[in-house]
């Protein structure tokens, strides 16, 4: 599969269409927090000096913790969610996978790039996004029983007790979690994937040496080990998924679902509300197979007031 894949950001697209500047701009197109992680103090040898193994070790350690991790289950990080997406099904057995959607597109992106052919069967191959991007929905144990299962956590962080992580033991599954949505740093470019140890050891020689940056072990390290922010940071998110409900219902739209980063709601015509708020500088999140649907995410806590006058 070749071509531009339909996704958020594009927002210097935005500011040729509508003037403005980046900085003059709410990029609101994307689930990212918009209040991310503090950036802690880096030794020299982060930037100069190859990751050493102890490093390594560190991470996936307080990696295993915070996402109570099975004692049986493999992990491996690498440069986001999206570097493991696409080595997957080059590691995996098969040709035939179920992605139910809609859903994001770089799964059926990365399986149709490697040869494998979509479809409706889960017999064989299955990838849930969990919850689902972009109506939120929540997938059962019972629901992700294929022989070889991909359960993608990109966005769960913002509730773990939805989280499918004990799966993560049973042959054959490999859940995926993302660093850069919940903790605010995308462009650090860290994800995990979490599994059959067979799975995992041949995404490891896959994926070769050094896949993590050095600053991406430290920071990615002193975040996972910081759960009071982790728990403070839900709790405004679910404030402000909230307040960004009752201000857009109130402008005629309905709420189809979503997560607490990034909330969808059904209008009349979403490139007219996508144009409507452009018209602000607040840009969205539309979808060519959903016309009736606007996806945003949230805004930071002093950029509200830009929100509100868009509509």
């Known amino acids: 599969m070749s071509g531009k894949r339909d996704h958020g950001g594009g927002l210097d697209a935005a500011i040729k269409a509508y003037g403005g500047t980046r900085d003059s701009w709410l990029d609101l197109s994307t689930g ?25 070790d560190r ?30 099904p080059h590691v995996m057995p098969g040709r035939d996978v179920c992605i139910p959607g809609p859903t994001y597109n770089e799964h059926g992106a990365a399986f149709a790039a490697a040869g494998w052919r979509l479809g409706d ?77 067979a799975i995992i050891a041949k995404l490891t020689d896959f994926l070769g040496p050094w896949q993590i940056s ?24 679910t404030q402000d998924a909230a307040r960004l409900d009752a201000l857009v219902t109130q402008n005629g ?12 709601y059904k209008v009349q015509d979403a490139k007219a509300a996508q144009d409507q708020l452009a018209k602000g500088h607040v840009w969205s999140r539309v979808f060519p197979y959903a016309p009736d649907w606007l996806r945003l995410g949230l805004p930071a806590p002093d950029r509200w007031a830009q929100l509100e006058a868009a509509f």
């Not at 739209?253 to 969808?264: E, K, M, S």
Request: with cysteine.
């Open 32 to 56: 990212i927090n918009p209040v991310p992680y503090p950036m802690p103090a880096l030794p020299d040898d982060a930037w100069t000096a190859l990751p050493d193994e102890a490093a390594f």
């Open 59 to 88: 991470l996936y350690a307080l990696a295993r913790s915070f996402w109570n991790v099975p004692a049986e289950a493999g992990i491996i990080g690498a440069t986001g969610a999206s570097a493991i997406i696409a080595a997957l």
């Open 121 to 197: 069967d889960a017999r064989h191959a299955m990838v849930a996004v969990h919850p689902n991007n972009p109506d939120g929905h929540i997938w059962q144990a019972g629901d992700v029983d294929a022989p070889f299962t991909i359960i993608d956590e990109s966005f769960c962080d913002v509730a773990p007790a939805q989280s499918l992580i004990h799966l993560a033991a049973r042959p054959g599954t490999v859940v995926l979690k993302s660093f850069g949505k919940f903790w605010g740093l995308a462009g650090l470019r860290l994800g995990f994937a979490i599994g059959d140890p």
């Open 214 to 237: 050095g600053p991406a072990l430290a920071i990615g390290a002193e975040a996972l080990s910081d759960p009071m922010w982790a728990d403070d940071t839900r709790q405004r998110l």
């Open 253 to 264: 739209a309905t709420l189809v679902g979503g997560t607490n980063l990034f909330r969808l």
